[in-house]
């Protein structure tokens, strides 16, 4: 208890509290004794400045009239009557220049009993130190421990002269009266005025113990085996200084929660993270905001997500993109720095974006860009509605943690990402580049939505106002030839049969051998005449499920039959359990045939995207089938023009060019020479094109659409009309149109080509016989220049700009 403003002596009052009486088992003997500090004075005596002699002679002038300063004080009551005494020799540990300014308080060795204090100690303790010291040390045993060890520590170092590597020192946190804010204190015990007695004889260590001692620091038993506590008595005095650690333990608190996988799992995780935000600037009422945004978006108000709480996105679909322009948002988003506004309310260049935050009575507001690898993945938003009290101070104490924000916020946009694919991926498959953009727009808004806990479906995607362009180049007659193919294995497994079961009849007469003989001609003379629907299925099902099992029995007759019925087992297909010489040739051919194509398609496709990015899809069948969709809604970024919707047929004729040159480079090295031929049709009119989710494609949207997704499907069997000639001919690319302006547009392109030399001269221009829902449908056919050399087709990266640029000259 403080007598008056010049003493700070402090009451001890005992408690009660069970984890103090832990403490309070320590196993040594202490005593509280000046005599170590009064022998610290003695050497004052020696002092060449006269003022602190002559202090010094007075203390001891007076010391000497008490006995009781000679020995340890048993009885407290005696520093109340000796105040003089007291406060001048704890002024070698208090100079009185510090009194004010340090938070320090003196006890008896290891004990925690009081006496002695600074006014800042008994500010921030009052009476209860003890209790709001241990309120926040989860473990007290470790914290005894502590005190066991630092006590062995010092009877090794006074009396053995052996030096043990300090312990972690304690920490303790206490919270500010006035602020609430916590404080973090480092507990820094001086000893220098304590001694230790023994108990009799000093007793011999065993250097072994010490060294097992070392590697199970914590085990009591093991000390007290070592040395025992009562051979000692420790007396004197410890001073325990509190040193602010406050910045930099919550700084290690903030990293340790901040690298935390669930750091922002929470609005009580990010509530934390706030508070001590808060404690590490001192600031108890501000307020911070995270946003998260992923930075390949160009849409923030759709993709952006507030981790907590925001000042910008505290009401979700309250704001357009447009109005980002010019606001603190867009300032830091432009120069990756931070922004500080001490004042909103004369803030000259307010726009919508500080009007909202100051009607959320932010007066002073910092937004800090995050970034990852020069990258902005969010904001941080720090606020006050104190003007002024963020400035540039507050944003150097922050800048040390700028880093793990933009970590976890880098983690949580992975993880949104995530989400994100999971939900694309539940309703389509693989996606184009070019309309990715639109489904994670929806995919973001159906996150949003379930996040804020309401009805949340997945937004239709559909782009209006898309060009079409259409084109497949078809292995001709594929049925004919995978037909034929079929039959040829057929018979030729059957001819085996038929003389393997002629063969067995030689060796053993029996009536079913001659009856599966003749069914087996039978078969036989049927497919040669024609493979008629189910010939093959029937067939199949003769030769595995009746001829197998002959076969297997025969074996056993004589050894020339199981010689050849082992023969015939090896030219059967292990998987299929069917002679596949010719279907393999053939489809080896068709695979063969496709992937070099498709390869070739694949790479120009690449470059073409650089003119303007479109939707692309391909198929794979006898052939190569591909779809292509162009327009302003798919590319909402880039400024759409009619031209590049022209460069593009012209880069599709191109294409059907290559692709017409590589067939034909390849036919000669195919096991079946197999020939294709070509197919454009022309659109002017855009459409609609919508998702199926349940098809997991795009389909053209609406009732008047429909009549080209019609002749998309029925045109490859088109006739020339008055005739039975079918358009599409091998080395020939025909090109559907329904308007003279299309045929007029296709004639220049072609006129072009035929200049470069990759068409020859001739041009039919065709009409085609109605087909069933298309009627009026005509034609223009040009035959190939198959001398051009493939590999220098106009196509691809090196040929892009050309053909733009050379458009104006060609339309």
């Excluded at 009580?268 to 590490?280: A, N």
């Excluded at 001659?514 to 299925?537: P, Q, V």
């Amino acid at each position: 208890m403080i007598k008056n403003k010049n003493e700070f002596y402090v009451d001890y009052k005992t408690n009660e509290n069970s984890l103090v009486c832990d403490l309070n088992l320590f196993p040594f003997e202490t005593k509280l004794s000046f005599v170590p500090l009064i022998k610290f004075w003695e050497t004052a005596l020696e002092s060449d400045n006269s003022i602190v002699k002559n202090l010094t002679k007075d203390l001891f002038n007076e010391i000497n009239k008490k006995e009781e300063f000679s020995k340890p004080i048993e009885d407290l009551s005696v520093l109340k009557k000796n105040d003089y005494i007291i406060e001048t020799l704890m002024s070698a540990i208090y100079p009185s220049s510090q009194l004010s300014s340090i938070i320090s308080v003196s006890v008896p060795p290891f004990k925690m009993e009081p006496f002695y204090a600074t006014p800042t100690f008994e500010e921030f303790f009052k009476q209860n130190w003890m209790s709001e010291l241990v309120s926040n040390v989860k473990d007290s045993k470790k914290l005894l421990m502590s005190k066991i060890i630092s006590a062995y520590s010092l009877i090794l170092q006074k009396l053995y002269g052996i030096h043990l590597d300090e312990i972690h020192p304690m920490q303790a946190k206490v919270i500010d009266k006035e602020s609430g804010l916590g404080r973090y204190y480092q507990l820094i015990l001086d000893p220098r005025f304590v001694d230790v007695e023994t108990v009799g004889e000093l007793p011999k260590i065993d250097e072994d113990k010490l060294k097992d001692i070392k590697r199970d620091i914590w085990n009591f038993d093991k000390w007290k085996d070592f040395l025992d506590p009562k051979s000692f008595i420790i007396t004197g005095l410890s001073t325990v200084n509190f040193v602010d650690v406050t910045e930099q333990q919550t700084l290690s608190l903030l990293r340790h929660e901040l690298l935390d996988s669930d750091a922002i799992s929470s609005f009580d995780r990010v509530k934390s993270i706030r508070d001590k935000l808060r404690t590490l600037t001192n600031m108890p009422n501000i307020r911070i905001g995270l946003v998260a945004f992923p930075s390949t978006s160009s849409s923030f108000f759709k993709q952006a997500t507030k981790i907590g709480e925001s000042f910008i996105l505290q009401k979700l679909g309250q704001f357009e993109c447009s109005d980002m322009a010019g606001s603190v948002y867009d300032v830091a988003f432009q120069t990756k720095k931070p922004v500080i506004i001490e004042c909103l309310e004369s803030y000259e260049g307010k726009t919508i974006i500080e009007e909202e935050i100051l009607g959320q009575d932010i007066k002073n507001l910092m937004v800090v860009p995050l970034l990852i690898q020069n990258s902005i993945v969010g904001f941080l938003e720090v606020g006050s509605k104190t003007v002024g009290e963020i400035n540039q101070l507050t944003a150097m104490r922050f800048q040390k943690i700028y880093s793990l924000f933009a970590t976890i916020l880098d983690r949580s946009l992975k993880a949104n990402e995530n989400k994100i694919q999971a939900i694309i991926k539940e309703k389509c498959t693989s996606l184009h580049s070019s309309v990715e953009w639109k489904f994670q727009e929806a995919a973001y808004e159906q996150l949003a939505g379930e996040e804020n806990e309401k009805i949340s479906m997945f937004e239709e995607i559909v782009f209006e106002g898309v060009y079409p362009l259409f084109g497949v180049s078809d292995i001709r007659d594929s049925s004919m030839h995978r037909n034929r193919a079929i039959q040829d294995d057929l018979l030729e497994h059957l001819e085996v049969v038929k003389d393997i079961l002629k063969e067995t009849v030689s060796y053993k007469s029996l009536p079913y051998l001659d009856e599966l003989s003749y069914r087996t001609g039978k078969i036989y003379n049927r497919i040669k005449n024609g493979l008629n629907s189910g010939d093959e299925i029937s067939t199949i099902d003769f030769l595995q499920n009746e001829i197998v099992d002959v076969f297997e029995h025969i074996r056993n007759y004589d050894p020339v039959l199981d010689e050849r019925v082992a023969d015939y087992l090896k030219l059967i297909n292990p998987h299929l359990r069917i002679f596949y010489k010719e279907r393999k040739s053939y489809e080896d051919s068709v695979n063969q045939l496709n992937d070099a194509i498709s390869g070739f398609v694949d790479e120009a496709e690449n470059a073409a995207q650089e003119m303007y990015p479109h939707y692309f899809e391909k198929y794979k069948t006898d052939g190569i089938e591909h779809s292509i969709y162009i327009g302003q809604s798919i590319a909402p970024t880039k400024q759409f023009s009619k031209m590049y919707l022209q460069n593009l047929r012209l880069w599709q004729l191109i294409l059907t060019c290559g692709i017409a040159l590589k067939a034909e480079k390849l036919k000669s090295s195919l096991p079946i020479p197999l020939e294709l031929t070509h197919l454009i049709l022309v659109q002017n009119a855009p459409l609609a094109i919508r998702f199926r989710t349940d098809e997991k494609k795009f389909d053209v949207d609406g009732t008047y659409n429909i009549r080209y997704e019609i002749m998309k499907k029925r045109i490859d069997k088109a006739l020339i009309k008055g005739t039975e000639e079918r358009l599409t001919q091998p080395g020939k690319i025909a090109v559907i149109y329904s308007q003279t302006k299309e045929k007029l547009e296709y004639k220049k392109y072609i006129e072009y080509l035929q200049a470069h030399n990759y068409l020859n001269e001739n041009i039919e221009e065709l009409e085609l016989q109605d087909l069933q829902g298309v009627q009026g449908l005509k034609a223009l056919r040009v035959d190939v220049n198959m001398n051009t050399d493939a590999d220098n087709i106009i196509h691809l990266k090196n040929r892009v700009d050309v053909s733009v640029n050379e458009l104006g000259n060609i339309v």
